[in-house]
């Protein structure tokens, strides 16, 4: 198989209007194009064309290109498989189709249920004095038991993990506890559900109490098989990010975690809009997941149904510590004589200051 050389685009995570780091500091930083979404629309309406070229305009006024969108929210009734998705899931469909239309033509996306991208820490400060974001295992044990009191969840952890996290909840300010529960129930934008109170979020959890892991690939395979030739019709491709982290949280089932989901996901429909953004900062945080022989295995792969394959270098040891610092290269795999990949998925990690 031979590969090309390419050109790759530097773009940067923004997070709209409200977020503190301008257009005009990215810009500075080196970022041709930007990654973001419409976080102001509610989860599963329809993104207008409007809406869409309003925010293009706002970042060319800055000389910048909007190049990747991360991401459209999937709505919970259409991972629940629940009366209504249909709906739902047309709106997503028209979204597609505005987004090409207006000349987008990447999007991300993912199918955590409840909680998008988790994180217990929004301001670690990492070994050069820097501030990143950090999933702490055992914070996020101790939130499980003995904050959210989520029923079995002690017994799901077993014994040894959580005597860590008990100990760990009693050496908590109660500053440390606010600050943890905030960051797991209201989280980054792009978050899943409005859940601002410990009760509302239990009360989402809860609606998946009947779904397990067969149930939720399920309903995401009902799903691609009607977006994905929207998708190829609108000329866009899309890319699943994995769970973040990928492991079991808060008893809910995970679907994008291992080899496995992926080829399950790659198999539902047979595409090359049907694609993966390939988060070596996602997989690579798995003990379970060989993640150099996931991308020999699954380049192969690409080359029968040609998916937009990216990967990405971790930030840090263990858990994705995302920082100012490390820039992710997320690099191209051939297929074929060309290669496929994202021009627009050369980001730096940040944190974001959200006002």
Request: glycine share 8%; charged share 20%; net charge negative.
């Amino acid at each position: 198989m031979s590969a090309t050389m390419m050109r790759l685009e530097q773009t940067w995570r923004w997070y709209g209007p409200n977020d503190n780091v301008s257009l005009a500091d990215i810009k500075q930083a080196g970022a041709t194009g930007i990654v973001s979404a419409l976080h102001d629309v509610p989860t599963g309406e329809v993104w207008t064309i409007d809406a869409i070229k309003q925010r293009q305009a706002e970042v060319a006024a800055a000389g910048l290109v909007w190049s990747v969108v991360e991401s459209v929210p999937v709505h919970e009734t259409i991972k629940q498989g629940a009366d209504g998705r249909d709906r739902y899931i047309a709106n997503y469909q028209q979204t597609i189709r505005h987004l090409g239309a207006c000349g987008i033509r990447k999007l991300a996306y993912n199918f955590m249920p409840v909680i998008d991208w988790t994180r217990t820490e929004l301001d670690r400060v990492w070994h050069d004095g820097s501030k990143a974001l950090a999933f702490d295992y055992t914070d996020f044990v101790a939130f499980e038991i003995h904050i959210l009191k989520r029923p079995g969840a002690e017994a799901h952890f077993g014994p040894a993990q959580a005597a860590l996290a008990a100990a760990r909840f009693a050496g908590m300010a109660a500053a440390r506890v606010e600050a943890l529960t905030q960051t797991v129930i209201a989280g980054m934008p792009g978050r899943m559900v409005e859940a601002y109170t410990l009760a509302k979020f239990q009360l989402a959890l809860d609606a998946y109490k009947d779904i397990d892991h067969a149930g939720l690939r399920a309903n995401l395979s009902y799903f691609l098989i009607k977006v994905v030739p929207v998708a190829e019709e609108a000329g866009v491709v899309l890319a699943i990010h994995p769970d973040d982290p990928p492991l079991p949280l808060l008893g809910l089932p995970r679907v994008v975690s291992t080899e496995d989901d992926v080829k399950h996901v790659l198999g539902a429909v047979d595409s090359r809009h049907n694609g993966l953004t390939f988060c070596v900062g996602s997989y690579g945080s798995s003990p379970d997941n060989d993640v150099e022989g996931m991308a020999e295995r699954l380049a192969v792969h690409a080359e029968m149904s040609g998916p937009a394959f990216a990967a990405t270098a971790p930030c840090g040891p263990g858990w994705w510590l995302s920082g100012p610092s490390p820039l992710l290269l997320r690099t191209p795999v051939g297929r074929g004589s060309r290669v496929e990949a994202w021009p627009g998925l050369v980001c730096l990690c940040r944190r974001p200051r959200l006002s």
